[in-house]
């Protein structure tokens, strides 16, 4: 393995660390807060990732290898620095939560150890959001954005830190995707940030709001979540959300202008059509049970929690314990499903269950007709058949290591549906749960132990498994 | 001895070169006429077309007479089945056939018991066990041994880092306590066979005797890596990849192999779950990078390319460390490949030959002693011959200070094994009956312990 090539990308993104390090830093300036926290993590940053970045490597080879170990490590290393703040400032003592905190901000999970988010310094609310913002595209996504590398090889960092069961470039160049993932990206944050403004949200909240929204993140400013914000700003909350869960490559169509290609992607299909019948199933339930009274309400809160689970953000805006079970249950079962392929959003993702829904019913045409010949077809291509194998063993793997999740997080000897959901939520980066850990509560009274199986479930689950799998495996270390 | 050989090949044409040199009449049997005719015309055969299994084509070719029958065509069956006629037409006629396929070669045994084939050939299998001697000595770029595994002859380069550059073989003897022998030195393309006063200098090639249970610690005296490769990428899954990781896997090494072929991946996936099949290209150099050529402690180019092979040997030495066995199937570019600097290559076609050659010559019941094994190096310039001495009174008993003054030039006694021990011999010794014998000589054709003398 080149292990040069992969501490100068680990030291790349600890300097692009440092570097951000600028953006809670002129928050707390604005409101008179102490910047230490915030210039010793530089400092720490720009230390370890000069000592890292001192020689460039000669052969600049990525090879799969190297870049699912240099993604793995980098989220690691994210981790255990992205973490600092949170001890300098003071807002909490704990390791462990202090790196829970840190992972669930950077995968996007938005899950929080703080049982008041109010009283914590805004440089440091602003710092949680922000990493959602850029756990969400992907830290290195945005290093092959600004930093040159040469050798083409450099696709292998993006297929490992981007979701979906097969990545491919929108662009010849590398860079020029990543470019323009974030420009797209950038674009969209900043119009949602506008819209809340204008609809007379404080900018403080609309940015971190708009920030969790994008990366599908869900850390909140406030101690009741998005509950009171007007249902105006739900309402583009709710859609901001949706829309950042659909898969990029919809927009970049759109930018081209080839609307056939972007309406014809079947995954965009299915996501919306997924969100369409959740909402009205959980509406008709919800007025049915008699949990609300007034219609439009309960659209709107059913539309605002099935967005927010869907797309994995786990924004609030009311208790869903209070919720009848039809409703819980949906909610559970989209917690799984997860937005579409090349999104911000986490979870299974609707492209792979897309791809198993075939892939079953090409096996019921084989027990049929033992001798058929049947190729599984997505967006009127083929699939590669390495991927339909793929994704059922990335399927039966994703539920082996959330089995162990739970049992591990059952010690705590909390109830089952908080355990169960505590995972889920983690695992596929939505936030909250129900139970103890529901949209109301939060993740801080977990032993230390959950808390770190739990923050390892986030990383595992943002960069979909294999990246940090690869990290444990005896192979992946051989020289050869 | 008239020897009949079937196939006209690359091993057919060495292997009548050789005999013919040592002596023997040989007559070539293919249905090839052009290429009979062309090896009519390299060496003094007498050409037969026909097919080798034809009973007929046989008898024209001179079976009756024959004392030895060698079957070398490319297919496996026609060679069994013309040395199964052949030793059922004369009962007491050697026969040997090349076999190449895996799947014949585990029958070795009932091949030879019961079909009366007194010998089967394996080039394929003899390479790969060649390679895998030289995986366990990455240093050396030939390696031998003789009488049952106790003597071993070894060739390497000397570099000016080993701490024999510019010593005399007088002085190197007697810095240490190790009983070995310089016994062949190739320099500029000249080779010697060197007295003590001889001055090694970088850049020579030598073999060196030594008894085999020391060799690894002289190696480490010289300075040279004595440890084997623990990790191997092969490139070319063919038979003698097969053979090779099948010896490879056995004692836990990690075993890398780049085929372009997806059926053959997935024979050999089946064949091996230890190893790593990689499917895809392993001439090209980035495919190379990628499967860690970089980082590899022996580096096997074994596709049916020679050219392919050549290119990534050399592409290979240039960026890594590697140990690198080249396999060349062509028989003529042996000295080729010395200006290339490859380490080590490996010519199936050759130890094919050269194997047959051994038997040959182990057959012809010498007078003093006969032919037990016998190696050629350095572009067959030297052979290399262990001879088991039996009653000759012209040479057995008699002090080697006074034999030695009637052997003949370029020609020495290497060390003798007794009773399993290995003597590197001064002027007192004597040989004695049932004694192997290792000779070094230039001059080829030798078949006798008698014929060592002047």
Known sequence: MEIAIVFYVVGMALLIEGALMIVPAACALIYGESLMPFFLTALICFGIGIIFTRKRPESGFLFSREGYVATGLTWVALAFTGMLPFLFSGATDSLADAVFETVSGYTTTGSSIFTSVEDLPKGILMWRSFMHWIGGMGILVFMLAIVPFSGGTQMNIMKAESPGPSISKILPRAQDSARVLYQIYTVMTIALIATLIALRMPVFDAICISFGAAGTGGFSVLNTGCATYTIAQQIVITIGMIAFGVNFSFYYFLLIKKLRLAFSMEEVRAYILIILAAIALISIDLIYTGVYTSGPIAVKDAAFHVGSIITTTGYATTDCNLWPNLSQGILILLMFIGACAGSTGGGIKVSRVLLMAKAYKRELAVALHPNIVKRVHMDGKTADEAVVRNTGVYIFIYFVIFTISVLIVSLDGFDWLTTFTSVAATYNNIGPGFGVVGTMGNFSSLSDLSKWVLSLDMLIGRLEIFPIMLLFAKNTWRRF | ?454
């Open chain 2, 1 to 454: 001895m008239n020897a009949l050989i079937v196939g006209c090949g690359k091993v057919g044409l060495e292997l009548a070169r050789t005999l013919v040199n040592d002596g023997h009449d040989v007559s070539v049997i293919d249905r090839n006429e052009k290429a009979l005719s062309l090896a009519a015309e390299a060496v003094d055969i007498m050409p037969v077309p026909g097919n080798g299994a034809d009973i007929n084509v046989l008898r024209d070719a001179g079976l009756e007479t024959a004392d030895i029958f060698i079957a070398v065509s490319p297919s496996d069956e026609l060679n069994l089945l013309a040395c199964l006629i052949a030793a059922s037409a004369r009962e007491d006629l050697k026969t040997i056939a090349r076999v190449r396929d895996p799947l014949y070669s585990k029958e070795t045994k009932f091949l030879k018991s019961k079909l009366g084939i007194s010998r089967i050939i394996n080039p394929e299998m003899a390479a790969a066990a060649e390679i895998f001697k030289l995986l366990q000595f990455p240093a050396l770029s030939r390696i031998d041994t003789f009488a049952e595994g106790r003597a071993s002859i070894f060739t390497m380069h000397v570099d000016a880092m080993h701490n024999i550059d510019g010593k005399s073989l007088q002085e190197i003897g007697s810095e240490t306590d190790y009983n070995i022998l310089v016994c062949a030195v190739e320099r500029n393309g000249e080779v010697t066979i060197p007295s003590g006063s001889f001055v090694l200098n970088a850049g020579d090639d030598i073999s060196v005797v030594a008894s085999t249970s020391e060799m690894k610690n002289f190696l480490k005296h010289l300075g040279l890596r004595s440890d084997a490769a623990r990790s191997c990428l092969i490139t070319g899954g063919g038979t003698i990849a097969y053979y090779l990781t099948d010896m490879l896997i056995r004692i836990k090494r990690q075993v890398r192999i780049i085929e372009v072929d997806a059926a053959k991946c997935a024979d050999l996936s089946e064949r091996f779950p230890e190893a790593e099949i990689i499917h895809g290209d392993g001439t090209d150099k980035n495919f190379l990078l990628k499967q860690g050529l970089k980082y590899v402690d022996a580096f096997v180019p074994l596709t049916g390319i020679d050219e392919e092979n050549i290119i990534s040997a050399t592409y290979a030495k240039n960026i890594s460390d590697a140990k690198v066995i080249t396999k060349i199937n062509r028989t003529d570019l042996n000295d080729v490949m010395d200006q290339l600097d490859l380490d080590s290559a490996v010519f199936p076609k050759l130890i094919c030959a050269d194997s047959i050659a051994q038997y040959v010559r182990a057959h012809s019941m010498g007078v003093g002693g006969h032919v037990e094994t016998l190696y050629r190096y350095l572009d067959n310039r030297v052979e290399i011959l262990e001879l088991i001495a039996n009653d000759d009174p012209e040479l057995l008993d008699i002090p080697l200070a006074e034999l030695g003054k009637r052997l003949k030039d370029n020609l020495i006694l290497a060390c003798i094994v007794r009773e399993g021990t290995f003597i590197i011999p001064s002027g007192k010794n004597m040989i004695k009956k049932g004694d192997s014998v290792i000779i070094v000589t230039t001059h080829s054709g030798i078949s006798s312990l008698h014929e060592i003398l002047a």
